[in-house]
């Protein structure tokens, strides 16, 4: 299979501007087998009239309601396996690619059958050059247990694939085999931590999970939740890391785990309420509480 048909899955919840430019950088990709799946979540910004104004021809498949990135990316998914896709990408909105980044993850994968997953490099939108992301390690025993490539590693992944436990949901290229094992992300973290656990459970089923550092994709960090100063980023993100470590760990690795969570967690508050950032403080405090109380799903008084 020299060009597999590739299905790429994009969300949008009140974020056309973002959305048109990832969309105007989809349009210069080099690899040309591909079908563009847009899932509006429900959005109050005209962003379905806008959307299908400047692109008619691309599909937009419309939530009645916001059903976060996990289930956005579910309607998509499930789209696209009744179209026999061969394979789907999972792409923020808040990102633009560049023109070659889809060609060496098809490479990859077609020459390695075991591989499930395989992610780009993530890099800033603002500062292209600089590497946000390479995918990373589970560590149950630091202060934050979804482990990012040190800056010493990121010189020896510079340029050759590497296996991971797991790569960023920014760009995630996923075979319909495993697709078609999992059915699709976990609805229960509504959004952020997801890209970890369909990692997890694509290494549990034996498919290994790949960064292809060749493979380039910029992103506008948080831009779809708010920024950096964002309350929803701070509530669902340490929150699902909590469940996270429900889901899959036991004994001991699962309270460790969860002492580093809230180890790290608590310092952070700390420095928040010293900043009198204290909407942010109570978010991260909330999210933790539902975490330890195994609260999932979409949660609406953040």
Known sequence: MKSPHVFIIIVNWNGYKDTLDCLKSLHEITYKNYTIIIIDNGSTDNSINILRST???????????????????????????????DYVLLLNNDTVVRSNFLQPLIDYVLKENNVGIVGSRINYFNNKDLTQSLGGSFSYYSSYPLK????????????????????????????????QKLIGLDDDYFLYVEDADICMRAGKLEYKVVIVPDSIVW????????????????????????????KHLKKIDKFLYTINI??????????????????????????LLHGLLNIKGYYSKI
């Open 262 to 287: 809230l180890r790290s967690r608590l310092l952070e508050i700390l420095s928040l309420i010293r900043t009198r950032k204290k909407k942010r403080a109570t978010a991260m405090i909330r999210g």
């Open 55 to 85: 692109y008619p021809d691309i599909k937009i498949l419309e939530n009645s309601k916001n059903l976060g990135y996990t289930g956005g990316v579910n309607t998509g998914i499930k789209y696209a396996m009744q179209q026999n896709a």
């Open 148 to 179: 990012l490539l040190s800056h010493k590693q990121l010189s020896t992944y510079k340029d050759k694939p590497s296996d991971v436990d797991w790569v960023s949901g920014c760009s995630m290229l996923i075979r319909n085999s495993l697709l």
């Open 219 to 246: 992103h506008k960090t948080k831009s779809s939740t708010g920024g950096e100063d964002s309350v929803v980023y701070d509530y669902y993100n340490s929150r699902n890391l909590l469940l996270f470590a429900n």
